[in-house]
């Protein structure tokens, strides 16, 4: 009977993928586990380290007292009154899937995926996409958020909510590159 792949060895494995760079083909050498089983360990791996840290560092509000908090410290830290978020978006560089054609080449004449983030006046997550294919911009990944361009970002369980609450005019997500340099 053949033996399990220690947990320890998993993690390993994952963080070596992270470290170098390099195909499963490759790490094989340096971990001793086939690359068969390495391209299902990592992203095992992956997923269990998201679905952890996620709910400790990722935090959409969720309620119009809790956007009413992000406005206010806002205003209160950066003197910018009714701001939601600090939004930017990165291209990061990939090997696009074969037969893929021109779906992830982006307008910078490179194959990427879009890291797109959003975060609060205390530079904590509220939003994280990843993997959004290169041809898609900043506005075009938030799209896939109905729930947040429709003007209803305050609840994405009640939408009217917002209107009771807070007025959607009062609401603004900037992009980052509105903050000074110096202020990140």
């Not at 170098?20 to 790490?27: A, I, K, S, T, V």
């Not at 205003?75 to 990939?94: A, M």
């Not at 054609?101 to 490179?110: D, L, M, T």
Request: glycine fraction near 8%.
């Amino acid at each position: 009977m053949r033996t399990s792949i220690a947990a320890h060895e998993r993690q390993t494995a994952t963080l070596w993928f992270f470290a170098m760079g390099r195909y499963y083909e490759c790490l094989k050498y340096s971990t001793i586990i086939s690359p068969q089983d390495l391209g299902k360990i990592v992203p095992e791996i992956c997923d269990t380290i998201c679905n952890v840290l996620k709910g400790m560092f990722v935090q959409f509000p969720d309620s119009a007292e809790e956007w009413k908090v992000v406005t206010k410290t806002f205003e209160d830290r950066w003197n910018f009154p009714h701001c939601l978020g600090v939004i930017d978006g990165k291209h990061v560089d990939t090997v696009p899937p074969a037969n893929s054609g021109s779906f992830y080449f982006n307008y910078k004449g490179r194959h990427s995926v879009v890291l797109l983030t959003i975060v609060d006046a205390n530079h904590r997550f509220l939003l994280v996409d990843f993997g959004s294919n290169g041809r898609v911009s900043d506005g075009g990944v938030l799209q896939s958020y109905p729930w947040l361009v429709s003007g209803c970002a305050v609840s994405r369980a009640a939408p009217r909510h917002l209107e009771e609450e807070v007025p959607i005019t009062a609401g603004v997500i900037m992009d980052s590159r509105e903050l000074a340099p110096d202020a990140l």
